[in-house]
């Protein structure tokens, strides 16, 4: 045997421990890890339970706060009814007071004032109406003239 085969047997073994190594080197560690969590039927229950009593809740809520409109919305209702009632009694009293024939008795009976005998009329006068010329004053409205 020559030198280089023998020294090629002896590189043999490093070989293969060099290429062990770097194999192992290379290889990917692997380990083991928890599972990802899986949700259970109780805790599945749990929750269900919970966004059912959540939503019940919601609607008590809902509903009380239309209830509480509600009674205020009566409450106006029956106010509103109450001052139109009064605004109606008051008006009649208004027509009343303001009926001609009370204010004529209270003026006669109360201030002692008479209607006047006469009540001279002035006619209607249109102007510039060739019909119905204005008539001339005969006596100054001012009193006499100096």
């Not at 890890?33 to 919601?58: E, K, N, T």
């Given at each position: ?8 047997k002896s590189d043999a073994p490093k070989r293969s421990q060099r290429a062990e ?126």
């Open positions: 045997m020559s030198r280089s085969s023998t020294a090629r190594k770097s194999a192992r080197s290379k290889r990917i560690q692997l380990r083991a890890i928890d599972s990802p969590r899986v949700w259970s039927l109780g805790a599945l229950g749990v929750f269900a339970f919970l966004m059912l009593f959540g939503a019940l809740l919601g609607a008590v809520v809902v509903q009380t706060g239309v209830v509480q409109h509600q009674v205020e919305k009566d409450e106006l209702g029956d106010r509103i009814a109450e001052q139109s009632e009064l605004q109606d009694r008051l008006s009649l009293d208004v027509a009343k007071l303001e009926a001609p024939q009370r204010i004529l008795s209270e003026a006669q009976e109360r201030l002692g004032m008479v209607t006047p005998d006469n009540r001279p009329y002035l006619p209607p006068v249109v102007p510039d109406d060739p019909l119905t010329p204005v008539p001339f004053p005969g006596v100054s409205p001012f009193g006499a003239s100096e």
